[in-house]
């Protein structure tokens, strides 16, 4: 019995290695790379044009952020929420999550960040697009928006900087939902997107990893009840204090990002 369960395990190894192998060399292999990169190129393309195209979009979304702490240990901040844009300058979304229940409401002219928990709030004022605001939250406030290259007009363009390989992996399912797994190496990140099939080519999950930090971490969105057009409830882009929140410098408003302020580099242990 024990020589039969050595020579199973043995086979069994046998055959892993063996498609760990072929896993390998499939993926490496020059052969009909250029086939493969122009299916992902035609599948992110028709993506990016979908989108271009909804003038009105609402989904909900999980999200998990991972740190490296100093003794190399990953850790994942998961949190949830929502999101509703009105093309070009309407937007709201919600983030609640271990740490933070958060809201931002921008009405073409006004983008206003409430934390819910702290009851304090933001206001900048920044006439214009959503992209536009995206730009500006990112480069004069350091607030990038995890993920905000799937709400740019232009989301092939995004994607594609710096993009030195991309690959067509074939299908997966997230959710329950068929996709176009595709997957792509750029000069600081890899990042991978599910595509779902059919004549709704929405992102059903976005992972980018980047390659600059010790442990390599990932950020990962997930997307579901995707709507567009008619499907889109009405909802209110304006921001009303009905709970008397106390104004403060938006660069000072504390917990409002994905990395709460004990996890940041000097934070509290």
Same mark, same amino acid.
């Given at each position: 019995?024990?020589? !039969?369960?050595?020579?199973? !395990?043995?086979?069994?190894?046998?055959?892993?290695?063996?498609?760990?192998?072929?896993?390998?060399? /499939?993926?490496?292999?020059? *052969?009909?790379? %250029?086939?493969?990169?122009?299916?992902?190129?035609?599948?992110?393309?028709?993506? *990016?044009?979908?989108?271009?195209? #909804?003038?009105?979009?609402?989904?909900?979304?999980?999200?998990?952020?991972?740190?490296?702490? /100093?003794?190399?240990?990953?850790?994942a901040l998961a949190s949830s929420g929502t999101l509703t844009v009105n093309q070009p300058d309407k937007l709201r979304a919600t983030r609640t999550g271990g740490f933070a229940d958060v809201e931002m409401v921008f009405d073409g002219k006004t983008m206003t960040l409430f934390g819910?928990?702290?009851?304090? &709030?933001? #206001?900048?004022?920044?006439?214009?697009?959503?992209?536009?605001?995206?730009?500006?939250?990112?480069?004069? &406030?350091?607030?990038?928006?995890?993920?905000?290259?799937?709400?740019?007009?232009?989301?092939?363009?995004?994607?594609?900087? *710096?993009?030195?390989?991309?690959?067509?992996? /074939?299908?997966?399912?997230? %959710?329950?939902?068929?996709?176009?797994?595709?997957?792509?190496?750029?000069?600081?990140?890899?990042? #991978?997107?599910?595509?779902?099939?059919?004549?709704?080519? &929405?992102?059903?999950?976005?992972?980018?990893?980047?390659?600059?930090?010790? %442990?390599?971490?990932?950020? *990962?969105?997930?997307?579901?009840?995707?709507?567009?057009?008619?499907?889109?409830?009405?909802?209110?882009? /304006?921001?009303?204090?009905?709970?008397?929140?106390?104004? !403060?410098?938006?660069?000072?408003?504390?917990?409002?990002?994905?990395?709460?302020?004990?996890?940041?580099? %000097?934070?509290?242990?």
């Open positions: 019995m024990k020589k !039969m369960t050595r020579t199973l !395990m043995k086979s069994a190894a046998v055959s892993l290695a063996a498609a760990v192998l072929a896993l390998t060399v /499939g993926l490496g292999m020059p *052969s009909g790379a %250029g086939a493969d990169e122009a299916d992902a190129k035609r599948l992110l393309k028709a993506m *990016s044009d979908y989108l271009a195209a #909804q003038k009105a979009i609402s989904f909900v979304y999980d999200t998990n952020f991972e740190i490296v702490t /100093g003794d190399l240990q990953k850790l819910k928990t702290a009851n304090l &709030y933001g #206001q900048i004022e920044v006439p214009g697009t959503v992209e536009h605001l995206i730009d500006e939250l990112r480069e004069k &406030y350091d607030r990038p928006l995890p993920g905000a290259d799937l709400l740019a007009s232009n989301v092939y363009d995004a994607l594609m900087e *710096s993009v030195v390989d991309l690959k067509d992996l /074939g299908s997966g399912v997230i %959710g329950g939902v068929e996709c176009d797994h595709l997957a792509a190496r750029a000069n600081d990140v890899d990042w #991978q997107i599910w595509i779902a099939h059919g004549d709704r080519p &929405y992102p059903c999950r976005y992972v980018i990893t980047t390659k600059l930090l010790t %442990g390599s971490p990932q950020y *990962s969105l997930s997307i579901t009840d995707w709507k567009t057009g008619a499907e889109v409830a009405a909802v209110d882009f /304006g921001f009303k204090n009905s709970t008397d929140a106390k104004k !403060m410098d938006l660069k000072d408003l504390p917990d409002t990002d994905e990395l709460p302020s004990i996890f940041a580099v %000097g934070g509290a242990k």
